[in-house]
Nanobody, 121 residues
Framework: QVQLVESGGGLVQAGGSLRLSCAASGRTFGTMGWFRQAPGKEREFVAAISWGGGSTDYGGSVKGRFTISRDNAGLYLQMNSLKPEDTAVYYC??????????????????WGQGTQVTVSS
């Protein structure tokens, strides 16, 4: 049974930091990523990482502030210099394959339930 379980969300002031975790179990994964969705908006690509962690990419709005990483237990997102515009539900996603199409939601076979991140001020 494949499970992705996010944790680490919460309320933080602008300029602060949070670290999201996604515990992944049930099988091995290729490409993994983070997406986010604010009320009334489309689900947005945040970051992706290759199976071995050697390649990463970020959405333009978070590049330079967020860092994605992974190990054999799961997926992580270090978020620094948070802005109110980062407020959203953040979702962990995993693909059974590696793929260059990592910005596309359709690549991912599995999704977590989401964790709320709220940035004040």
């Amino acid at each position: 049974q494949v499970q992705l379980v996010e944790s680490g969300g919460g309320l933080v002031q602008a300029g602060g930091s949070l670290r999201l975790s996604c515990a992944a179990s049930g099988r091995t994964f290729g490409t993994m990523g983070w997406f986010r969705q604010a009320p009334g908006k489309e689900r947005e690509f945040v970051a992706a990482i290759s199976w071995g962690g050697g390649s990463t990419d970020y959405g333009g709005s978070v590049k330079g502030r967020f860092t994605i990483s992974r190990d054999n237990a799961g997926l992580y997102l270090q978020m620094n210099s948070l802005k109110p515009e980062d407020t959203a539900v953040y979702y962990c996603a995993a693909s059974t394959a590696g793929s260059p199409w990592y910005r596309r939601r359709s690549l991912y076979d599995y999704w977590g339930q989401g964790t709320q991140v709220t940035v004040s001020s």
